[in-house]
């Protein structure tokens, strides 16, 4: 069981960039899978959150508006398209699995209910 996100890099603040969050070793059409980000000194906050179906999505009130999150369950792939970035956006961002049904709201957000991590991808948004 594998979990890669990549798409990281450099952006001026107002600008666009899209994270892919890839799985190996499972079908992940068979699971939700959520994004998280953690920027420096600071904990694990929850970002976005989508079905395994992608009929339901959540966002963190900070990115509500900016990021949308969606799937390509044929190509087991996630992804997490972030717009009018702000510096403080700036963070590694990781995409988890979450391994039962959909959680109750606000529960998609706790690093704890996942059960498995990608490596990061570092988004750094600065001019």
């Known amino acids: 069981v594998q979990l890669q996100a990549s798409g990281g890099g450099l952006v001026q603040p107002g600008g666009s960039l899209r994270l892919s969050c890839a799985a190996s070793?499972?079908?992940?059409?068979?699971?939700?899978i959520g994004w998280f980000r953690q920027a420096p000194g600071k904990g694990r906050e929850g970002v976005s959150y989508?079905?395994?179906?992608?009929?339901?999505?959540f966002y963190s009130a900070s990115v509500k508006g900016r990021f949308t999150v969606s799937r390509e369950n044929a190509k087991d792939t996630v992804y997490l398209q972030m717009n009018s970035l702000k510096p403080w956006d700036t963070a590694v961002y990781y995409c988890?699995?979450?391994?039962?049904?959909?959680?109750?709201?606000?529960?998609?957000?706790?690093?704890?209910?996942?059960?498995?991590w990608g490596q990061g991808t570092l988004v750094t948004v600065s001019s």
């Open positions: 070793g499972f079908s992940i059409g068979n699971y939700g």
């Open positions: 988890a699995r979450y391994p039962g049904s959909n959680p109750i709201a606000g529960l998609w957000a706790a690093p704890s209910q996942y059960d498995s």
């Open positions: 989508i079905s395994s179906s992608g009929g339901r999505t």
